[in-house]
């Protein structure tokens, strides 16, 4: 019987994945404009994929893990702006497809999330404790 | 003696278990309050820990006959009392988690198994005193 300390796990793992959500949303703020990527093209947006995993094969101990990262399908911002060498012929620049209010409201989004799993770490070390103190 | 100090236990212990195995679902919960098509799930405590107490909860299975029968065994004993919460606010990913309701439960959870561990330390301290018979 080992739920209390399952707790740390779930816990942790989305500690984990909150902290990747955020990357993703530093990486996204920081390349708003990034026109020009590795690989020549306009930064693409990024965005996590979350989804739920048992944390020891039972199906109450429940965590969740990034899947996987995904490229925004979401089309470029085109700017007119004929001197920017990256311009096509009609002088139009493609923008990254970033969304900063979307981008904003996500890394709120994730800290919160991070806060509350945080808070569920703490009050489980309490509780474990006043377990261990049982009796004494 | 032993006996009866075991059957005095047995009481909290279970409760104990059930709370703790609560707290479990609850985190499970909160961790998971961006995933989509997550459903979030609880238990009925006083309806759970009643059938823990009636012993009705040991692991029901099928009787597995042969070697391609599936073994039906819940992992945990507690398994089959979680249920699926009923949503207030449907969301688009088809996520159920109400952070409110959840981080609610979880505080009142951990109040609880504290109460339970407080009412197990009064018991044994007046265990104690009745054995030392001062």
Redesign the interface.
Known sequence: ?S??L??FK??G??LGA?SV?MNTTASNLANADSVVGPDGQPYKAKQV????KPVD????????QVEQVVDSAAPGRMVYDPANPAANTDGYVEMPNVNVVEEMVNMI??SR?YQ??AE?MN??R??IQ??LS??Q | MTNRLDKELQFHQTALNLRAYRQQLLSSNIANADTPNYKARDIDFSKALTGALNMRLGPVALATTSAGHIDSAPASPFDSMAQYRTETQSSVDGNTVDMNTERAAFAENALHYEASITFINGLLRSMQTAVQGQ
């Open positions: 019987m739920s209390m399952d707790v779930i816990a793992s989305a909150q959500r994929v979350f989804a739920a094969g039972s199906a109450d101990a429940v965590g969740v989004s994730a999330s509350a799993n569920v009050t489980a309490t509780l006043r377990t049982i009796g």
